[in-house]
């Protein structure tokens, strides 16, 4: 069984920065690769962030993200990290972490995001 737990999320104001977690217990050797996905209300739930597991590091970003946030992981803690920076208001959504195996994945429970003043 696997366990996604994400944390971070919060309330901050328009040119902001936070910091979300990705924490995974249980039989994570299966991964391949982690995502993290968005959805705000009224539209659907969007991928704009993945890295691959095991030897050598690779990253993805959306264009709606990319140069602002930045995806990392710690193997020794199975942990992944979303650094966000300069947030503005349509980055307000609810934040989930996806772990990609080969025949399943799994999610977290989410964390929101609010980016007003």
């Known amino acids: 069984q696997v366990q996604l737990v994400e944390s971070g999320g919060g309330l901050v104001q328009p040119g902001g920065f936070l910091r979300l977690s990705c924490a995974a217990f249980?039989?994570?050797?299966?991964?391949?690769?982690v995502g993290w996905y968005r959805q705000a209300p009224g539209k659907q739930r969007e991928l704009f962030a993945t890295?691959?597991?095991?030897?050598?590091?690779?990253?993805t970003y959306a264009d709606s993200v990319k140069g602002r946030f930045t995806i990392s992981r710690d193997n020794a803690k199975n942990t992944v990290y979303l650094q966000m920076n300069i947030l503005n208001s349509e980055d307000t959504a609810a934040y989930y972490c996806?772990?990609?195996?080969?025949?399943?994945?799994?999610w977290g429970q989410g964390t929101q995001v609010t980016v007003s003043s």
């Open positions: 996806n772990a990609k195996a080969a025949t399943i994945n799994y």
């Open positions: 249980g039989s994570i050797w299966r991964f391949y690769a």
């Open positions: 890295i691959t597991i095991g030897i050598g590091s690779t990253t």
